[in-house]
């Protein structure tokens, strides 16, 4: 099928969509666990896989609490708990999870179990925590927190789907602030199973991860989580979302539009690509999937547009958009683009926004545009 | 002004059947799905379950799947059959015609696959064709493939809630204006992962699940799936509508990873907040469609909470759960379906395997097909993770 006939005939609907990133906190494999934007120092690691760089977690939750826990539970955990300290320690009116493959580590584990042990289960926690809504739950009740609470686990659609939820709830007037997260853990299962499709680099350095031109990427990790509140109504400068927009093309489609589903978004949100200051590309060094993002480079976007990148900080993972939207936005709360994350050099100009776009195998396609004001 | 949702289609594929004919037979002739474990060998073949009577080069056909290089898993050839139907009912005939999308929902995805390929992955690539649909996102994929769906397409997973929340997700979109349509349901394969995670958590029925009775000795696991296209009140065909989707709520329990409370905090929240939504009281309800696993905290805590929002006047209550199994992440789907068909026919379902009431409960659940006139179905999902939600479907 030709999906340019694909694109609905009718436009898509125009909606408000407006919510304010009020705090934020991200375990990645680089040192961004602190309130203070970009890290200074950035952490070079020659391998297959980049693994996030955990905090003491006793510091930030009571140890007793995160007793017999799995890993991804605790960086979760975690990272919710900070970002609720960084927001001034808000409930949130609901709580949003997106992860690609949820508690992978316990869920591996009990399967394993029922395999090989003659379905002898010998402790029935990794079932338990196998849920994929097992983050969201805990951090439910690590909060008290009785509200909307809910897990979309739809690889590279995981975490938008929770970002859109968290603006229909805002939107809906159902919630003032949203606590929305990202969340995936790397196993070893995971990178051995996957490398059988050809997805892994080599080791290599990962700063060095566009330059080798080959097949495959670095395979990453990491737990990011916003607090997104309707207004904050101190009229002071501020990072908003101000629109999403995500696109399925099956793998058996033959042709893929992009550029007529950027105008479609662009256009739904009132702007055009000349509006657009700096574009955030989730390249991942795997030649056949990064060629739709040079073309964009190439022939879309304006030549004075900043473009950068990511995935070599922290790997490419389902929610990797998650700590993209970390990175954009410190970037333009700190007003600099760090030279590590440019894809080109543009003389420093006015940053105002910036629009992500990701796509996973080029099939699950996401666009996020945040935009820096007055909030 | 929000628009209105209908349910203009729906598709069910369950212990007790292959579409609404099939299903509402068995709900007439009181014949439970539960029996025999056939689909694998397992220490626990003693234990009743509830399966899906067709087999999965039948479930091929049933879906209409020709493309013979895709591997298809159970869970998601399930997915297919419903959404098939559901699709059909509708009146569906061009996915462009409408701004659609799709929303599903599983708890264990292409676990079949899991369980059957894991090991040999692991040791070398000759299965390496089929990791791409072990997980939960491949039946939402492939149904958005087949009806050429290219916006809003999402999975969710929380647990046994997963697809009430699918639904309610749904009826979402299109109340934003995000959508005209959407294709929204649940889909869970039988596996020896679930079979074994809820038998070491003691939690299973030895004789087939008894929900509300005092004897009641746990659930019974199933399989199934079930779809529902749901469409606004501007772009729906007013002949093809079965429903409205008139309410719903999703809370948290917040009190422990797989159990509820005695008392059915989460759930009472969940039920007063739907009717809120529904600008409903609860004496509007005329029947409600229960979680009814038949374990014995469920049933406790749910009976509970339901005679707290209800009070002296308890409308008719029954677990379909005796029928079809606990379908987990269907479940939500699986009974919303019951409840547009006790909507559209004006009939109670049925519960079975009740003999004793529950000195706790004032309420007996129903226990045979009656007519009765329905305005409104109350139906609740609730989860590990204490992810309690309740829809509400109204008469049109």
Redesign the interface.
Known sequence: MDLAEAIPRLSLQKYKMKATITASSVISPQHTNSAHGFPQEINEIISDHLSCLEPDYGTIINPIQLRRMPRILKMGLASAQLCINRAGGISPDAIIVGTGLGCLDNLEKFLLEVLDNHEHITSVLPFIYSTHNAVAAQIAMLLKNYNYNITYCHRGFSFESALQDALMQIEEKQAKHVMVGGIDECTHDFMLIHSYLGYWKQPLSNLQLLNERSPGTIAGEGSAFFMLSAETGNGGPGVSIEGLHTFFTPSSATYIDTTKEIDLFLGNIGLDKRDIDSVMFGLNGNLASDASYYTLQKNFFSDSTNFLYYKHLCGEYYTASAFAMWLASVILTGRHIPDVVKLNNRPDKHLSNILIYNHIHNTEHSLIFLNYGRI | MRPRVFVTGVGIISAIGNGTGETLASFQNLKTGIGKLSLFD???AEIPVAEVKNNNSDLARLADVH?GKAAYTRNTLLALVASKQAVIASGWID?????TGTVFAT?V?G?DF??QY??S??EN?RY?DL??VL???DC??KI??CF????????????CSSSA?AIM?GA??I????LQRVLVGGTDSLT??TL??F???EILSPTGCRPFDRNRNGLTIGEGAAALVLESEEVADPKRIICEVSGYA?????????ASTIDGF?AI?AMNKALESACLQPSDISYINAHGTGTEINDLSEGNAIEKVFGNSVPPVSSTKAFTGHTLGAAGAIEAVFSSLALRNQILLPGLNFTVPMPELSFRPRQKVEPHPIHHVMSNSF?????NTTLIFTKV
């Open positions: 397992s220490v626990h493309d996915t462009h015609e409408k701004h708890t995805g676990m899991n369980e894991y090991r992955l692991l690539d390496k990791i791409g997980d939960s996102a939402t994929e958005a493939a050429g769906i290219r916006h809003h397409v999402t999975t969710i997973s929380t647990a929340n997700l979402r979109l109340r934003t204006n995000r020896k992962f074994n995670g038998y070491a958590l999703n809370v948290n329990e917040a009190y422990h990873a797989t989460g929240l989860g590990f993770g204490g992810s």
